[in-house]
T-cell receptor, first 114, second 110 residues
Framework: DAGVIQSPRHEVTEMGQEVTLRCKPI?????LFWYRQTMMRGLELLIY????????DSGMPEDRFSAKMPNASFSTLKIQPSEPRDSAVYFC????????????FGDGTRLSIL | GIQVEQSPPDLILQEGANSTLRCNFS?????LQWFHQNPWGQLINLFY???GTKQNGRLSATTVATERYSLLYISSSQTTDSGVYFC????????????FGTGTRLTIIP
């Protein structure tokens, strides 16, 4: 079975540019999560969706960040405009709501803003 | 919000040794999960364990929810066990939101 697929794996861009990260969850999973990992703050949840609906975006740092899930098999996290402090590894995870349903993570996107 | 503390922060062991990693949490939780982040950065789910004990090969985990802690046991360590181990908890009515601990960095020396 294919796991959570993220693209790109690496992104290097200059500050001020728009960045779009993409995620395909595991087929059949109805919850999707975006996390950010940095040395200073560790792993923190940015936003999560259930059945394509954003449930909690309280972790989104500021208005420069936005996320969408137009259908059950695709989500994007967008940063516009990007800043050097956005440099981090961004993970997408998915799970199936219910009993004993662990979260499965993609390989992450390593983002560097110069 | 809930606080999640892991200990020790760092652990260096010889191959073949056994280890115990601890996760303390400050409030009741709906569930608790253990993850391994390997040296390539991949996060692998090891256990979904809100209470009780589970085993998977050389790894086992025990959560005592009433006392607000969980333990991850690794027996006969191998170099491939190296990496960072995270525990993550979901608060009651947390709607699946996980709060991660700061991790235990395990290094297995051949």
């Amino acid at each position: 079975d294919a796991g959570v697929i993220q693209s790109p794996r690496h992104e290097v861009t200059e500050m001020g540019q728009e960045v779009t990260l993409r995620c395909k969850p595991i087929s059949g999973h109805n919850s999707l999560f975006w996390y950010r990992q940095t040395m200073m703050r560790g792993l923190e949840l940015l936003i999560y969706f259930n059945n394509n609906v954003p449930i909690d975006d309280s972790g989104m740092p500021e208005d420069r960040f936005s996320a969408k899930m137009p259908n059950a098999s695709f989500s994007t996290l967008k940063i516009q405009p990007s800043e050097p402090r956005d440099s981090a590894v961004y993970f997408c995870a998915s799970s199936h709501t219910g009993i004993e349903q662990p979260q499965h993570f993609g390989d992450g996107t390593r983002l560097s803003i110069l | 919000g809930i606080q999640v503390e892991q200990s020790p922060p760092d652990l260096i062991l010889q191959e073949g040794a056994n280890s115990t990693l601890r996760c303390n949490f400050s409030d009741s939780v709906n569930n608790l999960q253990w993850f391994h982040q390997n040296p390539w950065g991949q996060l692998i789910n090891l256990f979904y364990i809100p209470s009780g004990t589970k085993q998977n090969g050389r790894l086992s985990a025990t959560t005592v929810a009433t006392e607000r802690y969980s333990l991850l046991y690794i027996s006969s360590s191998q170099t491939t066990d190296s990496g960072v181990y995270f525990c993550a908890v979901e608060e009651p009515f947390g709607n699946e939101k996980l709060t991660f601990g700061t991790g235990t960095r395990l290094t297995i020396i051949p």
